[in-house]
C-alpha cells in the first residue's frame, strides 16, 4: 500500500504524519530520518491494527502543490 505522509520542517527537526492513519507520527533530526522512521511507524501501526482485528483503512488522502502570489 502507498500511504500519502506529510512532512514538516520545524525550528531544528523534522515531523511526519500519516492522514489516513490517525496517531502514526514520526520525528527526526534530517528529512532521510524522519522518513525512514515514518515508514517504520506506518508498518508498526498496521502490525498493530491487525494484532487488535481491526480494520487497515486503505490509503485514501492525496496531494496537491497549490501556486499563490506571495
Given at each position: 500500500?502507498?500511504y500519502?505522509?506529510v512532512?514538516?520542517?520545524?525550528e531544528?527537526?523534522?515531523?511526519?504524519?500519516?492522514p489516513?492513519?490517525?496517531?502514526?507520527?514520526?520525528?527526526g533530526?534530517?528529512?532521510?530520518?524522519?522518513?525512514?522512521?515514518?515508514?517504520?511507524?506506518?508498518?508498526?501501526h498496521?502490525?498493530?491494527?491487525?494484532?487488535e482485528g481491526?480494520?487497515?483503512p486503505?490509503p485514501s488522502?492525496?496531494?496537491?502543490?497549490?501556486?499563490?502570489?506571495?
Amino acid at each position: 500500500m502507498r500511504y500519502a505522509v506529510v512532512i514538516e520542517k520545524g525550528e531544528s527537526s523534522y515531523g511526519a504524519y500519516v492522514p489516513d492513519l490517525p496517531g502514526c507520527v514520526a520525528a527526526g533530526d534530517t528529512k532521510d530520518e524522519v522518513m525512514r522512521l515514518i515508514q517504520e511507524a506506518i508498518e508498526f501501526h498496521i502490525e498493530g491494527l491487525k494484532e487488535e482485528g481491526l480494520n487497515v483503512p486503505p490509503p485514501s488522502s492525496s496531494i496537491e502543490f497549490v501556486e499563490v502570489a506571495a
